[in-house]
């Protein structure tokens, strides 16, 4: 039950803020992606990317969902789930943190994510399942 409350909102967040990434770059929804990796020092890394390739590299929390201030302290609330969902995949294959990352993307107005081991696509499913 908890889980779903954060499921609703890391999608609902994750759905805004593809939305202000495409009309920022002035492409489709469809056209923006959100990579997300562990790292042992900084927790989770974001980047955004454009039509699959790389267009801010490095970016914050806040930065990848277009707010100044995170008032009601949203990444420390989704954060911990988020990377826990991230841990629980990792231990499905056989690699470390440095080559696993997670692709979220909008597709039918609902968020998907696909997951990689390098450069290698190894899973692509609805964000819901991984939650599961």
């Known amino acids: 039950m ?6 609703d ?3 609902a967040d994750f ?3 593809i ?12 056209d923006i992606q959100i990579r997300i990796k562990l790292d042992a ?5 974001y980047a955004i990317f ?4 790389i267009a801010n590299p490095k970016c914050t929390f806040k930065e990848v969902m277009c707010i100044q201030l995170d008032v009601f302290n949203k990444e ?3 954060s911990p789930h988020i990377h826990a969902m991230l841990l629980k995949q990792l231990s499905n294959y056989d690699t470390d943190t440095d080559n696993f990352s997670a692709f979220l993307f909008q597709r039918n107005k ?12 190894v899973k692509v499913c609805l964000l819901s399942d991984l939650f599961t």
């Open 2 to 7: 908890l889980n779903d409350v954060f499921l």
């Open 9 to 11: 909102l890391v999608k």
């Open 15 to 17: 759905l805004k803020a």
């Open 19 to 30: 939305d202000k990434h495409a009309k920022k770059a002035g492409v489709g929804n469809e």
């Open 41 to 45: 020092e900084e927790g989770l890394i």
């Open 50 to 53: 454009h039509e699959w390739k």
């Open 76 to 78: 420390g609330m989704l």
């Open 110 to 121: 609902t968020i998907g994510c696909a997951l990689y081991v390098g450069s290698q696509p």
